[in-house]
């Protein structure tokens, strides 16, 4: 297997307006051999100025993987994963929706708008905890991604 060319620590942009679901993703990641960096973001609104680097974020680094909640206030995370794939500076950026919607249509429009992966949130801590490690063994330990 190549080794992945990327050195330091990755980022990562979760967009979770539930701040419980946000400190589980938090201290999952924590657990990890794999070095990353989490920034957390409420809603669309900001998850959409972290990626454009406007406003606070003028200084925030392009993630190379977003954790995207479809259901948040302002702006749900349809509208983030539609504007991403439109702009020729951020659709090649890995997005996994992670949302407690177990919804049909809602897999479907996502896949539509252009998702890497869709993933139902665990109700359990574990499988929670489990289903994280996964995404994090997943992208930066066996995919290789774009510079």
């Known amino acids: 297997m190549k080794k992945h060319p990327h050195v330091g620590a990755f980022d990562i942009l979760l967009a979770e307006d539930e701040p419980g679901d946000a400190r589980l993703v938090g201290e999952a990641l924590s657990e990890s051999k794999i070095l990353c960096t ?38 749900d995370g349809r509208e983030v994963l539609r504007e991403m794939r439109a702009d020729p500076k951020l659709h090649n950026i890995p997005v996994i929706v992670l949302t407690t919607s177990d919804v049909e249509r809602d897999v479907e429009i996502s896949y539509g708008l252009g998702a890497n992966s869709y993933i139902t949130k665990p109700c359990d801590v574990d499988q929670f905890f489990h289903a994280i490690c996964a995404i994090q063994n997943y992208w930066f330990g066996l995919v290789r991604l774009p510079d």
């Not at 406003?55 to 993630?63: I, L, T």
């Open 38 to 75: 989490l920034h957390h973001v409420p809603d669309g609104v900001e998850a959409l100025e972290f990626l454009h680097k406007t406003g606070r974020f003028a200084d925030a680094p392009r993630p190379d993987l977003v954790l995207l909640d479809l259901n948040m206030p302002r702006c």
